[in-house]
């Protein structure tokens, strides 16, 4: 009893010391749309500094061990797959500064006496990272890291003096594979608190997400702990979920009976319909969406009142929901709250079941969306299979102020651009120029890719535009893979507002390009080692047939049989040795069968 009493005052000491936090926030978006943002928060213990942590507590040990072999002082892991409608749904969650590229995305700072131990080191994070998420980490090389961009700064002070390593995999698919072991690393393991509604079948059926992961150490006079921060924000198509959910996993027409139809048209009548885009009237829970409630709360959840001025208001609550006057929100039990641009938010509660109704007539009443500060829009030029160009276009939707921006690019190394070629002009001025510095690191073939960070100014009411030309390569033939003929993806973009207070701060991402370069016809060389291997097989049995085998002539044969009848007599004696033998066994096979 004394030992169990032990362990059970090191839990609750390890509880109090390592803190845990959840939190959903749920947002009504134009045309049908909810985004569902999921937030947890947790840490180790204390210790004098991030490399003297022993015990983990909650913290997942696996994630400590991975960063503390590898020496990474900061480490950022972001998924994301779809596209953000930024005209529908204004910016980003959070200033887009948990919100990542299409595919996969890893920066972190690194320890290192010089450049070529940190670098030895990256390596060995994220192939680590690759085995513990089930991504294809294991493949950013040389080719596809930058050293030392201005885009990303330090969340920890204590890292601006360590070596700062980025890359990206665009091609990555982001599937359940990555979720479940992003929901393994929290305390409850999605069995309670929100992290319960983490399924993979209702995240995934989504019009856009993304997962991100920061490892962060924090240090205080009281001593240093490593923090871990995890973020999901997912943009779910109400209408599309509950067909889903109504015994309709594949969506089908509507009948003639249920279509919704406007009758403002003039041509409006019992035979022409012209359908609305949005039902106007719709009702749905919680558990519609995400196929379950949340069963309870997470019993871990511990967080002292000074780290909770790091969520922001209401950060004592689970689950908040924004709704305006044409909304409202009912809870078991008939508890029914409504208000006006303002939310709702509700704790829970242990041993508890929590679900959450929203009832509407209007769903085009949301709650008001803030505007992304800037705009930017990539896309590829020319054709042909030899030459092409890349076209930026970055807006500034303000009428009164200027704004700073510092846009970053990689591309691959078969791109081969021509920095001479780069034009810039923005609309409205005739001699302005907004480049006000330009970092370029060329590529080199196999080795790196192109690297080009600029800091632009773009005038209020205005759009710049940057262009540039590049040569496409022709790979070797196991450097296209198997799907050559879809193209080759090129990262995102990654645009961040310079600005003074973290409060107007923005970073947004474009996205991916899909680049088609000259491609052979992989059937040839099928066609000609099928051809090559037939010939090689005729020779080879027509050279092996005359080296082995043995000619005499007919006379020969002839003289030597000449005594036995001659060649065809001794042919007949063998037929006739033959006969008899078959004959022998029929006869003994006979007499076995009558003996039986």
Not at 368 to 388: E, F, K, L, N
Not at 402 to 416: H, Q, R, T
Not at 450 to 466: G, H, K, R
Not at 501 to 513: C, I
Request: net charge neutral.
């Amino acid at each position: 009893m004394t030992g169990l009493r032990i362990i059970f005052v090191c839990l609750v000491q390890a509880l109090l010391v390592c803190g845990y936090y959840e939190k959903l926030d749920l947002r009504p978006l134009p045309r049908n749309a909810l985004l569902a943002s999921f937030s947890f928060s947790l840490s180790s213990e204390l210790a004098p500094s991030v490399r003297d942590i022993t015990h983990y507590g909650i913290f997942p040990r696996s994630v400590g061990q991975i960063i503390k072999s590898a020496h990474a002082h900061e480490v950022h892991l972001r998924f994301a797959q779809g596209w953000w409608d930024a005209s529908e749904w204004g910016s980003l969650p959070e200033q887009g500064e948990f919100a990542g590229g299409t595919g996969v995305e890893v920066w972190a700072w690194m320890e290192g006496s010089e450049l070529a131990e940190a670098e030895r080191r990256w390596y060995e994070l994220v192939n680590a990272l690759s085995g513990l998420f089930c991504a294809s980490l294991n493949f950013v090389d040389s080719t596809r890291t930058t050293i030392n961009p201005l885009s990303f700064s330090p969340s920890s002070p204590s890292s601006s003096d360590k070596f700062l390593f980025h890359g990206s995999l665009p091609r990555e698919t982001v599937c359940t594979e990555n979720l479940t072991p992003f929901v393994k690393l929290l305390p409850c393991k999605g069995r309670a608190g929100i992290s319960s509604l983490l399924d993979g079948h209702k995240i995934f059926d989504s019009k856009w997400q993304s997962m991100s992961l920061d490892f962060i150490p924090e240090c205080t006079y009281r001593g240093c702990r490593l923090g871990m921060s995890q973020k999901i924000n997912v943009v779910l198509d109400v209408l599309r979920s509950l067909e889903r959910q109504n015994h309709a996993p594949v969506p089908i027409p509507r009948p003639v009976e249920r279509l919704m139809c406007d009758e403002s048209k003039q041509y409006h009548s019992s035979e022409k319909c012209f359908p609305l885009p949005t039902a106007p009237t719709v009702k749905y829970k919680i558990s519609d969406l995400f196929g379950k409630s949340v069963n309870s709360k997470c019993a871990l959840e511990q967080v002292d009142d000074t780290e909770l001025n790091e969520f922001g208001e209401n950060a004592g609550y689970n689950i908040c929901a924004h709704i305006t006057g044409a909304w409202s929100l009912s809870r078991q039990g008939g508890t029914v709250l409504s208000s006006y641009d303002t939310r709702a938010c509700f704790s829970l509660v242990e041993n508890e079941e929590f679900n959450l109704s929203f009832d509407t007539d209007n769903t085009s009443s949301v709650s008001p969306i803030s505007h992304a500060p800037v705009h930017i829009q990539r896309s590829m030029t020319g054709r042909g299979q030899q030459h092409g160009g890349i076209q930026t276009i970055i807006r500034n939707p303000s009428s009164s102020s200027d704004i700073s921006v510092i846009y970053y690019e990689v591309l691959p190394w078969y791109m081969k651009p021509y920095l001479s070629s780069m034009t810039t002009h923005v609309s409205g001025y005739s001699s302005f120029d907004p480049v006000q510095k330009i970092l370029y690191k060329p590529f080199l073939e196999r080795v790196r890719g192109t690297y080009l960070e600029m800091i632009l100014t773009i005038p209020a009411a205005s759009s710049l535009t940057i262009s540039y030309d590049f040569d496409k390569t022709l790979l070797y033939l196991a450097e296209y893979p198997p799907d050559a003929n879809r193209g080759f993806d090129v990262s995102p973009g990654i645009l961040r507002v310079i600005s003074s207070s973290p409060e107007d701060a923005y970073v947004m991402r474009t996205s991916s390009l899909l680049l088609a370069l000259p491609t052979p016809d992989f059937s040839m060389p099928y066609n000609v080692i099928i051809l090559t291997s037939t010939v090689m097989a005729l020779v080879f049995g027509t050279v092996f047939n005359i080296l082995v085998r043995r000619f005499v002539y007919e006379e020969d044969i002839e003289r030597e049989y000449r005594g036995r009848g001659g060649f065809k007599g001794r042919l007949k004696e063998l037929f006739k040795r033959k006969k008899s033998a078959n004959e022998d066994d029929k006869k003994a096979k006979k007499i076995e069968g009558t003996t039986t």
